[in-house]
Nanobody, 116 residues
Framework: QVQLVESGGGSVQAGGSLRLSCAAS????????VGWYRQAPGKQRELVAG???????NYADSAKGRFTISRDNAKNTMYLQMNSLKPEDAAVYYC??????????WGQGTQVTVSS
């Protein structure tokens, strides 16, 4: 059974930093495409950052230069380091895994609040 469990969300002031974690079980993060998405109230869920099974990363324009996605294969955990946070970054952040068969798995989400 695949489980993705996010942690690390919270409330910060604009300009602050947070590091989100996504611990996986029942699946190896290293062999599939994984990523972080976010959804703000009234908005669609959007990709923030992704990392492929080969290690290539991609970022939304809004995240470039401020966010860093990484993966610790030994811990089977994925991270999103978020720096210089802005109020518009506030959302529920979800980790996602898409396996080679096209199955999508989601975590339960972690809330990020950024005050101005």
């Amino acid at each position: 059974q695949v489980q993705l469990v996010e942690s690390g969300g919270g409330s910060v002031q604009a300009g602050g930093s947070l590091r989100l974690s996504c611990a996986a079980s029942g699946v190896l993060l290293s062999i599939d495409d994984v990523g972080w998405y976010r959804q703000a109230p009234g908005k669609q869920r959007e990709l923030v950052a992704g990392i492929s099974s080969g290690g290539s990363t991609n970022y939304a324009d809004s995240a470039k230069g401020r966010f860093t996605i990484s993966r610790d294969n030994a811990k089977n955990t994925m991270y999103l380091q978020m720096n210089s946070l802005k109020p518009e970054d506030a959302a529920v952040y979800y980790c996602n895994l898409k396996n080679r068969w096209g199955d999508n798995y989601w975590g339960q989400g972690t809330q990020v609040t950024v005050s101005s």
